[in-house]
């Protein structure tokens, strides 16, 4: 059977609703505001469990129905939840063992939300009661556009070491091992005198008095992100049954959330959905929405993705909540509607006035509809209805970015050369520098298909199997170029250092040779020749085919290569083997792209995204000037946003988008 297809009229534009917090009465206006802001696309029943199963078996629909009917007849189309992220009070009291356990052996307990162990046969068998009753009821209503299973799968609960989770996680090593004596093999055990006898002696990588054994530790990253896609599965064959509609739940591509490898995921989604807020913690907000929109995207195989959630201003869950300033909301959204997004939609429709979620912000804020969110909410929505013509056309890239959850879980273990960076650091820095060039990158898994790029960018890959590495040096050897970063190819795929010197799987193709790793102190710079800066990273190197870029002047590897580039075949392989600053990053990732045949504006203004998307008939270049002055672009046809004529030189004013369906030449 062909998947289905997630299908709406134009972009979609919307909200988590969550109406239970209100008196029916507030329904109706509900409605009949969100038809004022073009809201054409609501979730809801996300975490209804406790309305629509009240008691055990006892299923109570009347709100849930009027909901929908009210929905379905102000022409809103129905994202439907499944309900099944937060399990109500009375099945953690009925049965406490669904209970997720910590690391450290304690229960986490019901009170919050998402309190449920993954690998839980009690808590699987509730859900997909509730699923049947809910699929069986509302599957082949003419409001449903989308199935909305569970909840950011993972978001809390992705983890968990009780005995249940123990006993799982055995199953699915003998399924991968087969014998004890491979499951030896791959976890290094014969160190610390850690050898199993037998698959009882395993247990999940609770806290220990030291280290844990690294291969556990990845082992079980693997197997708890495999727990729940298979939970998700169970409840979309159960929603199958019932309604043919596209199935999906909303990923969380964000920089501090890691726990799923949903590259293993993306296959199994009817549409690729994610959920975005900018983290302002990061150096960077808005380059990592970009990268996260950008991944999506990767994820979606190049297809549209929706973006399921984001803020209109602020969160509640980060130290400092920020505002979002005048126009963000707009450049936010168009950000990743350029980056691929066929829908914009918000966690939630109206601000809470109880609960833990009071003070995030929403479509509808506490002061009501007199207010500048609402008015931008407004403006936004009329926007994103005029671009509806965007639907379904796709990005161009010939840059890619190599990424990979599997290696992010290795290389950011418990023991490693430095805690002064993680994968993360370095895949931000070196997208930062494409970025700040305009340069657009498509996010791929180790091993994807690489014809149709001219170069591609390896930031802190540290385990590759040997056959990604092989794709990689063969794709460079006949013609492409890769541009490596520091700590890349270190191990294979069970964590086990290459030897012969560093970066294993890529020396040949860069041409060079590591002895020793040589970390810089905490807000430590040491100099380059080129009078470039770098931080947190030296290693000790030589060059044995590559020609060197850059060099060492001071610091623990003074004198040795620093930045080097390697003939391969008919292809390049470049190697950034330290923490370079910002300018000089961007210095040496232009020139690797001019040099692999990337069109590339070298002055171009690092505030200002310009991507485009076409259908191969129509194209719609997207200009998002995050600055506080005016650019100049250069484009011919029609402005969707003020609807005015471009032929040539046009000024994006500092914070404002354009948006120019473009005349085709
Ligand atoms: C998401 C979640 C929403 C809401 C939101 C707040 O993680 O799916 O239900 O809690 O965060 O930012």
Redesign the pocket.
């Known amino acids: 059977m062909t998947a289905p297809r997630f299908r709406h009229d134009g972009i979609a534009f919307g909200c988590?609703y969550n109406p239970e917090q209100w008196d029916p009465s507030v329904w109706p206006e509900d409605i009949a505001s969100m038809r004022e802001a073009g809201v054409d696309l609501v979730a809801i029943n996300?975490?209804g469990w406790s309305q629509v199963e009240p008691r055990p078996g006892e299923y109570d629909f009347e709100a849930l129905d009027s909901i929908i009917e009210l929905l379905h007849a102000g022409g809103i189309r129905i994202d439907l939840g499944t309900a099944t992220s937060s399990p109500p009070p009375w099945l953690s009291t009925l049965h406490p063992e669904i209970l997720p356990v910590a690391e450290d052996g304690t229960t986490r307990f019901p009170g919050g939300r998402q309190a449920w162990c993954p690998s839980s046969p009690v808590f699987r068998e509730r859900a997909l009661a509730l699923v049947e009753q809910i699929a069986g009821r509302y599957g082949q209503h003419p409001g449903l556009e989308l199935w909305h299973v569970s909840?950011?799968l993972g978001?809390h609960n992705a983890l968990c070491y009780c005995d249940t989770s123990t006993a799982a996680f055995r199953g699915w090593l003998e399924r991968k091992y087969g014998t004890l004596d491979a499951l030896n093999r791959a976890w290094g055990t014969t160190f610390w005198s850690q050898r199993y006898g037998a698959w009882n002696e395993i247990l999940t990588p609770r806290l220990t008095l030291s280290t844990r054994n690294p291969g556990q530790l990845l082992d079980f990253h693997r197997f708890s992100s495999d727990e729940l896609l298979d939970h998700f599965r169970a409840e979309r064959d159960m929603i199958r049954r019932h309604s043919d509609l596209p199935v999906t739940t909303?990923f969380?591509v964000e920089a501090h959330i890691r726990n799923l490898d949903y590259w293993r995921w993306a296959d199994e989604m009817d549409v690729i959905c994610n959920?975005h807020?900018l983290d302002h913690r990061l150096g960077d907000p808005i380059r990592e929405l970009a990268f996260s929109a950008d991944v999506s995207r990767g994820l979606a195989g190049g297809d549209p993705w929706l973006l399921l959630?984001q803020?209109t201003g602020a969160?509640?869950?980060q130290p400092i909540n920020h505002a979002k300033a005048p126009g963000e909301l707009t450049r936010n959204s168009l950000t990743h509607v350029a980056r691929g997004a066929d829908a914009v939609c918000f966690?939630?429709w109206r601000a809470s006035q109880q609960g833990?979620?009071k003070f995030?912000s929403a479509l509808l804020p506490h002061a009501g509809t007199e207010s500048a969110v609402w008015r931008e909410v407004v403006e936004l929505g009329g926007l994103i209805d005029r671009i509806g013509e965007v639907a379904g056309s796709r990005v161009v890239a010939d840059v890619a970015l190599m990424f990979s959850w599997d290696s992010n879980w290795a290389a950011d273990s418990e023991m490693r050369p430095t805690h002064e960076v993680t994968v993360l650091d370095q895949v931000l820095a070196v997208y930062g520098a494409l970025h700040s060039l305009g340069i657009t990158v498509d996010v791929i898994a180790p091993g994807a298909d690489l014809s149709g790029y001219r170069l591609v960018v390896v930031p802190g890959l540290y385990s590759v199997t040997d056959q990604d590495a092989a794709a990689l040096d063969d794709w460079v050897s006949n013609g492409g170029s890769a541009l490596i970063t520091f700590f890349s190819g270190i191990a294979d795929e069970d964590d086990r250092v290459r030897l012969g010197g560093y970066p294993g799987a890529f020396r040949d193709l860069l041409g060079v040779r590591v002895e020793e790793f040589a970390p810089l102190a905490a807000r430590v710079t040491a100099g380059l020749a080129s009078g470039a800066t770098a931080t947190v990273w030296t290693e000790r190197m030589t060059a044995t085919t590559a020609t060197v870029i850059d060099t060492w002047v001071d610091g623990p590897s003074a004198g040795m290569p620093a930045v080097t580039r390697n003939d391969r075949g008919a292809g390049a392989g470049w190697y950034v083997s330290t923490m370079l600053d910002a300018e000089a990053m961007r210095a040496t990732v232009l020139r690797a792209a001019v040099d692999a045949g990337v069109t590339v504006e070298p002055k171009h203004p690092s505030e200002l995204e310009l991507i485009r998307r076409s259908n191969g008939d129509a194209s719609w270049l997207f200009a998002i000037n995050h600055g506080a002055t005016p650019v100049t672009v250069d484009a011919r046809g029609e402005e969707l946003v003020t609807g005015v004529s471009i032929a040539g030189a046009f000024e994006v004013a500092g914070g404002a988008v354009a948006i120019v369906r473009e005349v085709v030449q």
Do not use: L
Request: net charge negative; glycine share 0%; proline share 0%.
């Open positions: 988590d996300i975490f909840n950011e978001c909303n969380m959920d807020y959630e803020s969160v509640n869950w966690f939630q833990a979620e995030h």
